[in-house]
Nanobody, 114 residues
Framework: QVQLVESGGGLVEPGGSLRLSCAASGIRFSMYDMAWYRQAPGKQRELVASISSGGRIDYTESVKGRFAISRDYGKAMVYLQMNSLKPEDTAVYYC????????WGQGTQVTVSS
């Protein structure tokens, strides 16, 4: 059974930081491209950051220089370090694993507000 379990969300003030974690199980983690998506209320889900099985990294323009994605092959974990958070970063953040199949986590809420 494939599971992607996110953690680390919460309430943070503008300018603050959070680190999201995603624990993957039931897949050959090293062979999957991993990504973080987010969905704000009333908006479509959007790709935030991705890291391929080989380690290639991409970010959506709005988070470049503020967010950093990484993966630990030994622990089958993916992380999203989020710095200089803005109110517009408020969303539910989802972990995604993709190869021949696509899997999603249940999401973790990130709220940026004073």
């Amino acid at each position: 059974q494939v599971q992607l379990v996110e953690s680390g969300g919460g309430l943070v003030e503008p300018g603050g930081s959070l680190r999201l974690s995603c624990a993957a199980s039931g897949i050959r983690f090293s062979m999957y491209d991993m990504a973080w998506y987010r969905q704000a209320p009333g908006k479509q889900r959007e790709l935030v950051a991705s890291i391929s099985s080989g380690g290639r990294i991409d970010y959506t323009e709005s988070v470049k220089g503020r967010f950093a994605i990484s993966r630990d092959y030994g622990k089958a974990m993916v992380y999203l370090q989020m710095n200089s958070l803005k109110p517009e970063d408020t969303a539910v953040y989802y972990c995604n694993a993709k190869r021949a199949s696509i899997y999603w986590g249940q999401g973790t809420q990130v709220t940026v507000s004073s």
